[in-house]
């Protein structure tokens, strides 16, 4: 009887150490985070652009297609190029959106996002509503025969990013080589609001138009000189 005695009580300790010993190793493994291990961060909007059809990479940067209804009918000259800042400091998606709203008469041809992504509204050749009142040379309406680049961002708050100039010389490219556009009708939206209402100085309808500042608008055109675009 002693002995047996002694062999279960040796038993239960020997349970109740093991039980406290796999407590512990539970405990530790709940408890134990490893700080020096950094696992690295996924980016899921490029993961999410790889297998998505909506998305395309013809070059350096991203490219999507959001067409806009907000089109006049008839076909753009594509004579010129207007370039424009959104104005707006959120996201590109809320701009792409409204540009594709039917209730806001307001439209462009592409905008490009601060990391070079290209959200492309209408061909070239569509006629789609960016300028508004507009003079150039001795044409009026330039919407036309000249496309509209929206910037993303506000130029008066801060400049645009390099990935922003880098993209509009990607999709410049080959619009400014097929319709051999010339350097005299890259211009900015004040620009040709301005000789607007040089001409009509009446009409209060076409306030004065602050848009993509001079100092950024001599940085593209440094850029469309440096990738021989300039053609005067
Ligand atoms: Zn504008």
Sequence with gaps: MEVKKRESVKRGVLIALSA??????????????????????????EM?????????????YWV??????????????VAGIVLHHTAYEGSADR???????????VSCHVVIDKDGTRYILAPPEAITWHAGFSKWGNRYRANLFM??????GN?????LTE???ESAIEYMRPIIEKYNISADNIVTHQMIRDAYREAN?????????VDITPEEYERVRNALDTARLLKF
């Design 20 to 45: 406290v010993i796999l407590l512990g190793v539970v405990a530790l493994l709940f408890l134990y985070r490893p700080t020096d291990v950094k696992l690295p961060l996924l980016d899921t909007k």
């Design 163 to 165: 990935a922003q100039i």
């Design 147 to 152: 496309i509209g680049i929206e910037f993303q």
């Design 155 to 159: 130029t008066l708050v801060e400049p």
């Design 64 to 77: 999507t297609y959001r067409e806009t209804p907000n089109v006049l009918e008839g076909e753009n000259e």
């Design 48 to 60: 999410m652009r790889e297998v998505s059809p909506e998305w395309e990479k013809p070059g350096k």
């Design 201 to 209: 100085p009446k009409n209060k309808k076409a306030w004065p138009k």
């Design 95 to 105: 701009v792409v959106k409204d540009l594709c709203d039917p209730s806001n008469p």
